[in-house]
Every structure is written in C-alpha cells, then in structure tokens.
Nanobody, 117 residues
Framework: QVQLVESGGGLVQPGGSLRLSCAASGFTFSSYVIRWYRQAAGKERELVAGITSSTSSFTKYADSVKGRFTISRDNAKNTVYLQMNSLKPEDTAVYYC?????????WGQGTQVTVSS
C-alpha cells in the first residue's frame, strides 16, 4: 500500500524554524521526484520545493522560499525533509508532500504549519 506520511508541523513564532518530514512506503521511493506543496486557507495549492530522483538530487524552490527553505532526501530511509528557516506568517499553510514518476502521483495527508506570535 502506497503511503506518504508528513510530520513535523506545528505552531512557531515568526523567525523560527521547523523541519518537516515525509516518510514514504509502498513504492520505489528513490525513483520518484518528490515535491512539497502548500495550501493556505482560501488560496490555491502552490509548489514550494522539489527534488529529483537521481543521486545528484537537483532541487528547485519557489521564489517566496528561496534561501530560507531546504529540501533534501534520504533514500535509505525513504524520507524527504523540508527544513524551513526564518519563517514568516505568510508561510502558514497545510504542507503536503507528493511523489511523481511517469503517470504515478502520490500524495500525503498534509501537516499544518502556523507561523504566529
């Protein structure tokens, strides 16, 4: 059974940090491109960051998080991470991880991140 399970969300003050994790099972994780998306209340889902499946692990970020967020993967643990630093209130959203390869798209259930004082 394919599963993507996000964790690590929570409430953090502006300027703080969180590390999200996404644990995968049920498919060949290392062969999939992994992306983090987020959806704020009343807004469309947006791509935050992505990482390729190759060992070189090319990464790409939305302009709004460039320099603050870092995506990484550990294929031995079937896990992808999103390190989020210098968080801003506008980063508040439900964060989802997703796995993509050819016609396959898998999604997690999401984890809430709230940035507020």
């Amino acid at each position: 059974q394919v599963q993507l399970v996000e964790s690590g969300g929570g409430l953090v003050q502006p300027g703080g940090s969180l590390r999200l994790s996404c644990a995968a099972s049920g498919f060949t994780f290392s062969s999939y491109v992994i992306r983090w998306y987020r959806q704020a209340a009343g807004k469309e889902r947006e791509l935050v960051a992505g990482i390729t499946s190759s060992t070189s692990s090319f990464t790409k970020y939305a302009d709004s998080v460039k320099g603050r967020f870092t995506i990484s993967r550990d294929n031995a643990k079937n896990t992808v991470y999103l390190q989020m630093n210098s968080l801003k209130p506008e980063d508040t959203a439900v964060y989802y991880c997703s796995a993509h390869r050819l016609s396959n798209d898998y999604w997690g259930q999401g984890t809430q991140v709230t940035v507020s004082s």
